[in-house]
């Protein structure tokens, strides 16, 4: 079968792929449309460690192809979103509801591929640029089947993480005051989480004044260029309620931090190099400012990703807008240098 594979130098589409049977708790997903996340291209350029060879992707939607024993909440023909997290459902942390911090789910990569005889890593215990993978039962989320499979994909990673940092995380309120920093495929989520959540002034932040338009459309109420914070203060003279850094940049994680509002919150999600050190003034946080930390939206993904669904079939939550162009996976390429250059808000690769 098809698969895109980073053997630590290169990446390559190949067609012999092979993938074992599912086991216990697990799920055989054929993958129909898989979102190509900048955290895909952070493991091809170094900035997260992974080993290798791995099978990229993690921001998928398919249709069951088959289950392993145990295996009750999906059949064969269930279409699914499909999460990164495979959470133990048994420690504590599961136990507290905050399954992103299961020490089961983080570090310790499958390998249920292989080809020619090699096993081949599970990028993100997910791997959805292959034409079929294999997750645990708690990764896979049935989803309506009037919802495209190119749009479902994109809940499983961009909308939980984006859309949850805001509602979970942050918990942003009605009527507060939100910045966002980056209009990419996380930041647009943010901006759309924030207006689902009732904030009364979203301001967007991005260098390519092109990304106005479609921040706008997510719910964007003003946009700027830059953080600068005189250009922030026009209008917002006290600061934000919140500021969302979604680049993964130093001096941007400083900006969101100063531009803050008495009791404000900057919310990191941009991943930079794992070495990168940011500072701040230390005096600011005095005035109940927080810096948090935030992996995967702080979600509980079986709840999220089916309240996102439903928020879509709403009319609410918009899916279909993020998806700017989609790929057959033997495009791998071009997607990933438009992702790279800032052409898509999310590029799709299809099977």
């Given at each position: 079968?098809?698969?895109?594979?980073?053997?630590?130098?290169a990446?390559?589409?190949v067609d012999?792929l092979?993938?074992?049977?599912p086991?216990?708790?697990?799920?055989?997903v054929?993958?129909?449309a898989?979102?190509l996340?900048?955290?895909?291209?952070?493991?091809?350029?170094?900035?997260?460690?992974?080993?290798?060879?791995?099978?990229?992707?993690h921001?998928?939607?398919?249709v069951?192809?088959a289950?392993?024993?145990?295996?009750?909440?999906?059949?064969?023909?269930?279409?699914?979103?499909?999460?990164?997290i495979?959470?133990?459902?048994?420690?504590?942390?599961?136990?507290?509801g905050?399954?992103?911090?299961?020490?089961?789910?983080?570090?310790?990569?499958?390998?249920?591929?292989?080809?020619?005889?090699?096993?081949?890593?599970q990028?993100?215990?997910?791997?959805?640029?292959?034409e079929?993978?294999?997750?645990?039962?708690v990764?896979?989320v049935?989803v309506p089947?009037?919802?495209?499979?190119t749009?479902?994909?994109?809940?499983?990673?961009?909308?939980?993480?984006?859309?949850?940092?805001?509602?979970?995380?942050?918990?942003?309120?009605?009527g507060?005051?939100?910045?966002?920093?980056?209009?990419g495929?996380i930041g647009?989520n943010?901006?759309?989480?924030?207006?689902?959540?009732?904030?009364?002034?979203?301001?967007?932040?991005?260098?390519?004044p092109?990304?106005?338009?479609?921040?706008?459309?997510?719910g964007?109420?003003?946009f700027?260029?830059?953080?600068?914070?005189?250009a922030?203060?026009?209008?917002?003279?006290?600061?934000?309620?919140?500021a969302?850094?979604?680049?993964?940049?130093?001096?941007?994680?400083?900006?969101?931090?100063?531009?803050?509002?008495?009791h404000?919150?900057?919310?990191?999600?941009g991943?930079?190099?794992?070495?990168?050190?940011a500072?701040?003034?230390?005096?600011?946080?005095?005035?109940?400012?927080s810096?948090?930390?935030?992996?995967?939206?702080?979600?509980?993904?079986?709840r999220?990703?089916?309240?996102?669904?439903?928020?879509?079939?709403e009319?609410?939550?918009?899916?279909?807008?993020?998806?700017t162009k989609?790929?057959?996976?033997?495009?791998?390429?071009?997607a990933?240098?438009?992702?790279?250059?800032?052409?898509?808000?999310?590029?799709?690769?299809?099977?």
């Amino acid at each position: 079968m098809r698969g895109v594979v980073f053997d630590g130098k290169a990446v390559q589409v190949v067609d012999d792929l092979e993938i074992r049977d599912p086991g216990p708790g697990e799920v055989m997903v054929a993958v129909g449309a898989a979102g190509l996340c900048h955290s895909d291209l952070s493991v091809i350029d170094g900035t997260i460690p992974f080993p290798a060879p791995v099978v990229l992707g993690h921001e998928g939607a398919g249709v069951v192809e088959a289950v392993g024993a145990g295996v009750t909440h999906v059949e064969p023909g269930d279409h699914v979103a499909l999460s990164t997290i495979a959470n133990c459902g048994a420690c504590a942390e599961c136990g507290r509801g905050r399954p992103t911090m299961c020490r089961q789910a983080i570090g310790k990569p499958g390998r249920p591929f292989s080809r020619r005889g090699e096993p081949l890593y599970q990028f993100a215990s997910n791997s959805s640029f292959a034409e079929r993978t294999i997750v645990k039962a708690v990764q896979a989320v049935k989803v309506p089947h009037d919802i495209p499979l190119t749009s479902a994909a994109l809940i499983g990673c961009g909308v939980v993480t984006g859309v949850g940092a805001a509602l979970n995380r942050a918990k942003v309120g009605h009527g507060d005051t939100v910045l966002v920093i980056g209009t990419g495929g996380i930041g647009l989520n943010v901006i759309q989480g924030a207006r689902i959540a009732g904030a009364s002034t979203i301001v967007a932040v991005d260098s390519n004044p092109a990304k106005e338009a479609v921040a706008r459309q997510f719910g964007a109420t003003h946009f700027l260029p830059s953080a600068d914070g005189d250009a922030v203060r026009e209008i917002l003279p006290t600061g934000a309620d919140h500021a969302f850094e979604c680049v993964g940049k130093a001096a941007l994680i400083r900006q969101a931090i100063d531009v803050l509002d008495r009791h404000g919150q900057a919310v990191l999600l941009g991943v930079p190099d794992a070495t990168t050190e940011a500072s701040f003034l230390v005096s600011s946080m005095y005035l109940d400012k927080s810096i948090l930390g935030c992996r995967y939206g702080s979600s509980r993904p079986q709840r999220d990703i089916a309240l996102y669904a439903g928020l879509y079939r709403e009319g609410r939550l918009l899916l279909d807008e993020l998806v700017t162009k989609t790929y057959p996976v033997e495009d791998f390429a071009k997607a990933a240098d438009d992702a790279h250059h800032g052409r898509v808000a999310r590029g799709v690769l299809t099977f």
